[in-house]
């Protein structure tokens, strides 16, 4: 039987990056930690830096803390958390990714560069995102987000689009909204679009796709809240329909490791090695126990 890690799998740089922040701060500092939001969506991993002393605080709890240090994740912020910050003594502890700190810096001057507004800045992304929010925050707010390809008909075609995308969105889905875009807008209109998705992540999706298909069984280990998480996996499950996600070990179900002669462990770019190394050890046993 053989049972493989993907190697492909696993933090991004962005990721890596914040945690390696938080990690050095709460081993230098007695003093609290604070995360403003889940600082990757992995409860395993959330759960293993809370243990250290990070303590993770929403927007409301952060607009009434004072005197104190708040890390920011590698999604990003919008502009008003940073005036939050300052009005109320906060030190930030900026973790945000280098790739999503750049797009928000091209959105902004996009905005600024553009006082009338006479074009439409648009998002592909997820509504209610981390990362989305702090792009749209670089509009004040005014930024279209559209989550899928067909949501590209609330567009008005006759005035100037900009299209910009979440790191993490499919490429694919991208050049299919480019490709509309360019059939309908008006020949008095201008559009612009930039591929801003991370190809660190976008190569991870023909990466997981051969690394399915070589394998009877699939567990792929991702945290619920992970959105990058669900679109790899889809990808997992459409090339090998015996893919199963799981968010720890302990929800390996034995049944799905009988009559295959090869598993495969992979996962997002917000699950963590060590957590696929547990997989991979509960796999073995249960292999054990059943022969």
């Known amino acids: 039987m053989k049972v493989e890690i993907d190697t492909g799998s696993g933090f991004c740089f962005g990721v890596t990056r914040a945690i390696g922040k938080a990690e050095e701060v709460l081993a230098d500092s007695s003093q609290p930690l604070y995360c403003l939001g889940d600082i990757v969506h992995n409860s395993m991993e959330c ?106 008909q609330c567009l008005d075609f006759s005035r100037d689009i900009y299209l910009y995308s979440q790191t993490t969105q499919p490429l694919d889905e991208f050049r299919r909204i480019v490709d509309y875009i360019r059939e309908h807008i008006s020949p008095s209109a201008t559009f612009r679009y930039y591929d801003t998705i991370c190809r660190q992540v976008a190569n991870r999706m023909p990466h997981i796709r051969e690394f399915a298909s070589r394998h009877d069984v699939v567990l792929f280990v991702c945290g619920k809240k992970s959105s990058n998480g669900r679109v790899l996996f889809n990808e997992c499950q459409r090339v090998n329909p015996q893919s199963y996600m ?34 991979k050890v509960r796999v073995e046993q249960l292999l054990g126990s059943h022969e």
């Open 47 to 152: 759960d293993r830096l809370q243990r250290m002393g990070l303590i993770t605080i929403g927007h409301e709890e952060y607009d009434h803390l004072h005197d104190a240090t708040v890390l920011l994740r590698a999604h990003g912020e919008p502009p008003q958390t940073y005036r939050k910050a300052e009005a109320n003594s906060i030190e930030i502890i900026d973790a945000t990714c280098p790739v999503v700190l750049h797009l928000q810096e091209r959105i902004k001057r996009e905005y600024d560069g553009d006082p009338d507004h006479r074009g439409q800045i648009v998002i592909f992304g997820k509504p209610g995102h981390a990362e989305v929010l702090g792009l749209v925050g670089q509009t004040n707010g005014t930024a279209i987000v559209i989550e899928r390809p067909e949501d590209v």
């Open 246 to 279: 799981i968010d720890a070990a302990n929800e390996i179900d034995s049944r799905w490791l009988t009559n295959c002669n090869s598993i495969g462990i992979c996962g997002a770019t917000s699950t963590p090695t060590w957590l696929m190394q547990e997989c």
